[in-house]
């Protein structure tokens, strides 16, 4: 049922832009295409296994959505991701923060990044890999959305204080994660 849904959303989408003037609208055009991409949850499976990781690492499913959330806006899920400014990896840590997870870990490998958030989620990180991890901590996770949101304010601390987009991400992938569940 699902599956005819979307393809009635997708024929609509793409019968309105060929008979109306304002699908050459940039605006209407990437509306279209983040209501193609929210229908289209596969997109989360090739990441299944930070998801697990995350599970198995005793964090819980809220709190893994809410970080994968996060991850999703920071980098795509792209560990070896570079900014033009310097930020790497899946969170876009700061040259400071690489430096300290490099130290501890040895490098910046995908699997040390997810560790170091992990440890950090959990409360075990230390010294000045510690930072703000018991505001975190003292947080009561009801939803994936206030799991992101806490996650922006305590450990990716973005400019932007819109966390909007990293909630609606968190609870998108809270959903397609925990549909075996149901």
């Known amino acids: 049922m699902k599956k005819v849904i979307i393809l009635a959303m997708t024929l609509s989408i793409w019968i309105s832009g060929i008979c109306n003037p304002i699908s050459s609208n940039p605006t209407y055009e990437r509306k279209t295409q983040e209501l193609l991409q929210v229908t289209n949850k596969s997109k989360y499976e090739p990441y299944r296994h930070i998801w697990n990781y995350f599970i198995q690492r005793g964090v819980s499913p809220q709190v893994t959505a809410g970080i994968m959330g996060n991850m999703y806006i920071e980098s795509k899920f792209n560990s070896a991701i570079r900014s033009s400014s310097g930020y790497y990896g899946y969170v876009q840590m700061s040259k400071s923060l690489q430096r300290l997870v490099t130290k501890k870990y040895g490098s910046l490998s995908s699997n040390n990044q997810l560790l170091h958030i992990s440890n950090w989620v959990k409360g075990l990180e230390t010294g000045d890999l510690a930072y703000m991890q018991n505001s975190f901590n003292k947080t009561r ?20 204080k819109n966390f909007m987009n990293r909630m609606h991400s968190a609870r998108l992938i809270y959903d397609y994660f925990m549909k075996d569940k149901k």
Request: aromatic share 20%; hydrophobic share 30%; no cysteine.
């Open 141 to 160: 996770f009801t939803s994936p959305e206030q799991a992101a949101k806490a996650f922006a304010r305590y450990y990716e601390r973005p400019k932007s």
